[in-house]
């Protein structure tokens, strides 16, 4: 099996986000507030996984509709998303990096794509689904879906951009895996599987690839790189603290097993596009 790091688009966000913050009032306004030349460059990670059972995209990053012209435009980018979001993000995608772009640069129709797994509600996690009509099946975690219209979640997650109809919800079921004993088996054979890692939002996944007794995670926002789980240092703007650390503590013993190929996070500047082969 093979998974494919593909980068749809960058965010420029402020400097305590990656390396952490307290999650206080004071850091969402640095967050919002803080000068560009405070801010760093992230990508924004989607991953094409060549499954035994198909084709699966996680996640889909910025859509078009952010960038028009392929560089930061926050008019354009405030007719997707409300002023605070494109505040936060700085979003761009240059040309050609949009989600349905690059599948169609790599010759892959929408209609063979098995199902889109999202990790989270995340604009840059989710904004990319407007473009991706044609394929037919579309998975997200039910305790995500429960928490984003309510409280915090409903400004921070825009519901227009993921709810869509014939969407899938469903519900963690208890397993052996991950920090809460809670995924999902999308496939009926354990070998794709979201992870219940919660902490950045309450319902977030993560997504764990088996072949035989190897296999890779790809953390999504639990983690913007190992630097967090080897130094239990959570990413800023995290929902829950102390989710945030169950998580990093899961994150550190995968890491560190032999038969792990590889955590990918969804924002490490150092993951560059390629092919990763389990």
Known sequence: MKIHVLHCGYIRVADCVPSGSSNSARDLGRALTMPDSRRVTLPVSVYLIEHKSGLYLVDTGWSRDISPEGVYS????????????????????????????????????????????????????????????????????????????????????????????????????????????????????????????SGHTDGQAGILIRNGSRYALLAADAAYSSYNWETMTPPGLGADRGSQFRSLKWLSKTAADPS???????????????????
């Open 74 to 197: 926050r008019k354009a980018a405030e007719n997707v998303l409300p002023s605070y979001l494109v505040r936060m993000y700085h979003p761009y995608v240059p040309q050609g990096m949009a989600v349905h772009e690059q599948l169609d640069s790599m010759g892959i129709r929408q209609e063979d794509i098995a199902a889109v797994l999202i990790t989270h509600f995340d604009a840059d996690h989710v904004s990319g689904l407007r473009h991706l009509s044609r394929v037919s099946r579309k998975i997200m975690p039910e305790e995500e879906r429960y928490w984003a219209v309510r409280t915090k979640y409903s400004v921070r997650q825009p519901d227009d951009l993921w709810d869509f109809p014939g969407t899938e919800y469903p519900y963690y079921r208890g397993y052996l895996l991950g920090p809460d004993d809670r995924a999902v088996d999308i496939t009926g054979d354990e070998s794709l599987m979201m992870v219940k890692l």
């Open 260 to 278: 792990c190929v590889k955590v990918l996070c969804s924002h490490d500047p150092e993951v560059r596009p390629g092919v990763i082969e389990i």
